[in-house]
């Protein structure tokens, strides 16, 4: 049961926190609610979902039963000071990057698309697959969740679990897209569009206080397993 094993519910936490936090991509998000204004978006939109969370999990499945299991060897062996050491360095890499990130924020920011536009015959799962694999090498939390999940106690099974409730976390905020247009049909432009703003807005300050936090958390774990070493 996870309520009797602290570490358990620790990772748990961990990983769904990590998935939240990178569920808030500008880029998906502001992609789902352009698709919103299109002819006929719940399809596409649904498309999209499964296109991002199909490629989403893909690449995190790979690297679990790819590097993963070399990573679970190590943590588990002798070396598991290595995994503390890249864990510290890793960070101070991505807080590093923050600081490049700030000087180019203004590139950071979603592309502005037309108000209204045609998909014509081009499919939403195609779109989000595409944009999934274009933005995979940058997910960072995603890195950080995987490190965090292969570098635990749990079997095999589980962690694919908790992989899975990442994901699921992770178009949390597409999801919420396609049902508030479902609900509410062409009264849904209003607040979508409010969204969209929002986004252009904040979205490169969000991405780089998530980077940062990203950094700091894996800091703050080598430290704590290199404390315990």
């Known amino acids: 049961m996870v309520r009797d094993n602290p570490g358990v519910l620790a990772l748990t936490v961990l990983i769904a926190s990590l998935a939240l936090a990178d569920s808030v991509n500008p880029m998906t998000i502001v992609a789902a609610v352009y698709l919103a204004a299109t002819e006929d978006p719940h399809p596409r939109l649904l498309g999209f979902v499964l296109g991002v969370f199909a490629v989403y999990l893909t690449g ?47 590139q950071l920011a979603p592309p502005r698309l037309p108000a209204r536009m045609r998909t014509g015959g081009r499919s939403g799962m195609v779109l989000g697959a595409l944009m999934t694999l274009v933005d995979l090498p940058t997910a960072f939390p995603y890195f950080a969740a995987i490190g965090a999940i292969v570098g635990g106690d749990a079997a095999l099974a589980p962690q694919i679990g908790l992989l899975v409730m990442f994901n699921v976390l992770y178009v949390l905020p597409l999801l919420a897209v396609l049902i508030t247009h479902v609900v509410l049909g062409d009264r849904a432009e209003p607040p979508l569009t409010r969204l969209r703003e929002m986004i252009d807005r904040f979205a490169p300050q969000a991405l780089i206080i998530l980077t940062l936090a990203v950094g700091a958390a894996l800091i703050a774990r080598g430290l704590s397993g290199l404390l315990r070493s």
């Open 60 to 106: 995190g499945l790979l690297m679990v039963l790819g590097p993963g299991t070399v990573l679970r060897g190590i943590a588990s062996g002798s070396h598991g000071l290595t995994v503390h050491i890249a864990s510290v360095v890793i960070g101070g890499v991505i807080v590093m990057l923050t600081g490049v990130m700030w000087r180019q924020r203004r």
